[in-house]
């Protein structure tokens, strides 16, 4: 077992390896001046970019296979496992997408996001447990894996949408897109403070022991591995020359994983400022000329036909395939978990970005605000709420 997981372990490496490179032969494929126009060296670059994509998503779908073997489920069952199993997803999704529509500048946005997304996930531990009792079961796969697969989908949507306003939005002027877009860009940024931070203090092999009282008044102990800025429920230092909290929060909320989420917050805002000061430019200046060559009407027709099949498989996986789960596991269809919450939330705004869509014509600018809004509810739920608020799922 030890073999295939290190086995495992290296072809998710080669997958985020091939998904760099990749990205390097899009960018030499969206180069140009004019819409419509592709030359042959450019096909070439769109051609290899494609080739090395397939090949780290063959990787990838191999790492996926041979830790579900290693481990005799799943991987599904855990942030590590989730969001690596999601970066896949969106990387399979902007395959199909790409066959379809033969455009490379949307790899030029969408590998870079699955980047982010897998490099995310590298910060959490990786091992292979056991499944708890309440995971034993075959919806495991049905509602997870479903409820990914729709989420990918629409961050194709998202990523299509992001390209449409790198392009349309005049950056030269100050006005309210302008700045939304940057706050976008700032918001991707922040994932990578993410990283950042953690790889930080995990490199200074930093721990910090405290005892703790949960929700449920029973005692339990807890390590952090940043700085403790925030202290769980009537905390007890076990580590005397470690920082003390600033500030005790209540049983609801994981203390120590919103610590982790404001170490990222000052990492990302930092390393956003870093950016800012060297290149004295808004980032959505720098990544505005790769999307110079965009056709808007494609843009707008992916980011719609992506929305029209990914909302559907999310309906199926986050809601009507969780509910039948959680009646068989909890006894009830629903329970205002804050998971549960923020799926139907997220289910509402695409539910709003179909109807705006048909019955008042919001396409183009509208529409791709509306993706990108989107994406970022989603990225909300799975990190925010999966790393802060307390609640049946917690376990993950």
């Not at 670059?45 to 090949?55: D, E």
């Amino acid at each position: 077992m030890t073999q295939l997981v290190s086995i495992s372990s290296n072809l998710l490496f080669v997958a985020f390896v091939c998904y760099l490179i990749a990205t390097l032969f899009f960018g030499g494929a969206v180069k140009g001046t004019k819409v419509g126009t592709t030359s042959n060296s450019e096909k070439r670059w769109g051609l290899l970019g494609i080739i090395v994509t397939i090949i780290g998503f063959i990787s990838h779908l191999a790492y996926f296979i041979t830790r579900w073997i290693a481990g005799g489920h799943a991987p599904v069952s855990n942030l590590f496992e989730f969001t690596t199993a999601f970066g896949m997803m969106v990387v399979g999704s902007f395959i199909l997408i790409y066959f379809i529509y033969k455009t490379p500048v949307l790899g030029l946005f969408a590998l870079p996001i699955a980047i982010i997304i897998i490099g995310y996930a590298s910060m959490f531990p990786s091992e292979i447990t056991p499944l708890i009792p309440a995971l034993k079961s075959y919806w495991l796969y049905v509602h997870v894996i479903t409820a990914a697969l729709g989420e990918s989908i629409l961050a194709i949507s998202a990523v299509a949408g992001l390209v449409y306003l790198l392009k349309s939005v005049d950056i030269s002027k100050k006005s309210k897109q302008r700045f939304w877009l940057e706050a976008v860009m700032y918001t991707l940024i922040l994932a990578v403070g993410f990283v950042a931070s953690t790889t930080t203090f995990s490199l200074m092999d930093y721990e910090a022991s405290f005892n703790y009282v949960d929700k449920e008044q029973k005692a339990k102990s807890i390590i952090y591995n940043t700085p403790p800025l925030f202290g769980m429920n009537e905390y007890e230092a076990l580590t005397p020359e470690a920082m003390t909290p600033l500030v005790e929060t209540p049983s609801i909320i994981n203390a120590k994983k919103l610590t982790t989420v404001t170490w990222s917050l000052l990492f990302g805002t930092l390393l956003y400022g870093l950016i800012r000061l060297i290149t004295r430019k808004p980032i959505s200046a720098l990544l505005k000329p790769f999307a110079q060559k965009a056709n808007l009407q494609l843009m707008d027709e992916i980011g719609y036909r992506a929305v029209s099949i990914g909302f559907p498989i999310f309906t199926l996986g986050a809601l009507i395939f969780a509910m039948i789960w959680a009646h068989e596991a909890w006894a009830r269809f629903w329970g205002w978990d804050p998971k549960e919450v923020w799926a139907l939330i997220t289910w509402l705004f695409y539910a709003a970005f179909m109807h705006l869509r048909f019955s008042k014509g919001w396409q183009g600018e509208k529409s791709a605000w509306l993706a990108v809004i989107g994406f970022i509810i989603i990225m909300f739920n799975l990190i925010a709420v999966n790393l802060i608020i307390a609640g049946l799922h917690s376990y993950a």
